[in-house]
């Protein structure tokens, strides 16, 4: 079972930045999609970004050119830095990990930006 531990999340002003940090339990090129989702109060859950083992990346539209996911294979670790942040980024941020047909989430990590 993989182990997800993020941190990084704060409360931030409009345009500011955050570097969202996730470190895994085991190698992230044995898990096949790391990826960074969020859920505002209400709203489902979505996909942020999503990094995969060929180092392919994908966005969602609302974060394009905002956000940029990253690994660290030496620190298993995957990064999510978004910049020029927005009241409508405000959600709790997961980390999630997939490998076949396993699923892991972290905890999560919540992001909050307001004046």
């Known amino acids: 079972q993989v182990q997800l531990v993020e941190s990084g999340g704060g409360l931030v002003q409009p345009g500011g930045s955050l570097r969202l940090s996730c470190r895994t339990s085991i190698g992230i090129f044995l898990t096949n999609t790391m990826g960074w989702y969020r859920q505002a109060p209400g709203k489902q859950r979505e996909l942020v970004a999503a990094?995969?083992?060929?180092?392919?990346?994908n966005y969602a539209d609302s974060v394009k050119g905002r956000a940029t996911i990253s690994r660290d294979a030496a620190k298993n670790a995957v990064y999510l830095q978004m910049n020029s942040l927005k009241p409508e980024d405000t959600a709790v941020y997961y980390c999630?990990?997939?490998?076949?047909?396993?699923?892991?989430w972290g905890q999560g990590t919540q992001v909050t930006v307001s004046l």
């Open positions: 999630k990990a997939s490998r076949g047909t396993s699923r892991n």
């Open positions: 990094i995969s083992i060929d180092g392919s990346t």
